[in-house]
DNA sequence: TTGCTTACATACAAATTTGTATGTATATTA
DNA sequence: TAATATACATACAAATTTGTATGTAAGCAA
């Protein structure tokens, strides 16, 4: 009973891609085994490897799944026009991602396997620097705003727009690698959006 | 030619913890072999066998010979009395780690295979909950020396310690993370210090 | 409806990796 | 100085994992 439509086809590629991000995260991706991948979408190895080159590519698909439209969405929210002050809007910005990742099962996933999951070597050495180069445009794009702050009159404090577009981010940063490993969210998920307004707090006038 | 002195012994014992600490740097922990490592050591799969009972007794033995310290270190900087004003001694107790990580290639190397070579599964899943722990110490260390910072007038801003303790170490977990990631240092490595002196100068009254 | 291609399943061979068992020469100790 | 324990090296067996090769039934185009 083989030679599926289409359609079907396309199912199991979602299955397997869906299945991989389960097995990676409870096994981690070194671990993980192409049969343990195809055990859980329930085909064959047979099927993995004709939908898939080998482990990597699945990583990749996954990858691009998740993680290209969420940085598109942050740069979206950080860079269109809105009708908040900028303080108020890197907030907004800050908090959807933490709402999407409380929302989307998927992205949480890929947080976890990206973060606590992955070793980056071989293949996947050059990812490090793919997340800093991400770094460099988000932290411009924050600067922007900052600087649009600053000529409202809306800081509080002294320092340049780069310099807080450069604290915000590490902070931001660290809350992301702290929220993922607060499995049980008592000590930061809870209370990750407090954190981030009291950081904003910090920067506004009044 | 077997049989060496108990000095030797443990010669070849730190040769094995020195060798496993650069394989797993280049390799990652999971793909790093147990002859990899004896190779790098040059010595056989037995002698690796004789002093350590697997791969995961060998990455205890290197976390504790470098984290421990570390964190005991940490602490006293933040704990003793000092003749600097508290926001500088939250400074300078950053700014040492900085240090530290730049002098200590044992620690980098370390650091490096915590944050992006190691992936926490089974029996590496408690680690992160351990450096949750970790930072709920930290951060009520910090909140301590912020509390004295206001009692001395000194803040400029009005968010509680906590709530300063908090984002101070959300920032500087994102500094770390981001650091070990920048191995040409063109991105944060260079300024490291500048971002830690920018984030405490945020809150310095003047 | 024939023939070709798709979407897999099954089978096989090779390479890795692990743990353990055993050998052995030399420190160390009584 | 004899006995014993140490600090390894070597050898072996078993289990995993990978890629590929081959089989096959059903969809699809002509």
Redesign the interface.
């Known amino acids: 009973m083989v030679r599926k439509t289409k359609e079907d086809a396309e199912l199991t590629r979602k299955r397997i891609i869906n299945s991989a991000r389960a097995v990676f995260l ?6 993980s085994t192409l049969e343990h991948i195809a055990t859980h979408a329930e085909v064959t190895r047979g099927a993995v490897y004709w939908h898939f080159k080998n482990k990597t590519e699945i990583y990749q698909a996954i990858r691009e799944q998740v993680f290209l439209p969420l940085i598109d969405r942050m740069d979206d929210s950080l860079t269109l026009a809105s009708n908040e002050d900028p303080l108020t809007q890197i907030e907004n910005s800050l908090c959807q991602t933490i709402d999407d990742l409380n929302n989307n099962l998927e992205m949480r996933q890929m947080y976890e396997i990206m973060m ?7 293949e996947f050495a050059s990812v ?2 793919e ?2 180069s991400n ?2 445009s988000i932290i411009s794009k924050i600067k922007h705003v900052y600087e649009r702050a600053e000529s409202q009159g809306i800081l ?2 002294k ?1 340049s727009p780069i ?1 807080l577009a ?2 915000t ?7 992301l ?2 929220w993922v ?3 049980d969210g008592s ?1 930061f998920r809870h209370q990750a959006k407090e ?1 981030i307004k ?2 904003i ?3 506004r006038k009044i």
């Open positions: 409870s096994r981690g991706v070194s671990r606590i999951k992955c070793e980056y070597v071989d490090p620097q997340i800093l770094c460099s509080a404090v320092l310099d450069l604290d981010h590490l902070f931001f940063s660290g809350l690698h702290l490993k607060d499995t000590m954190l009291a950081h707090n910090l920067r």
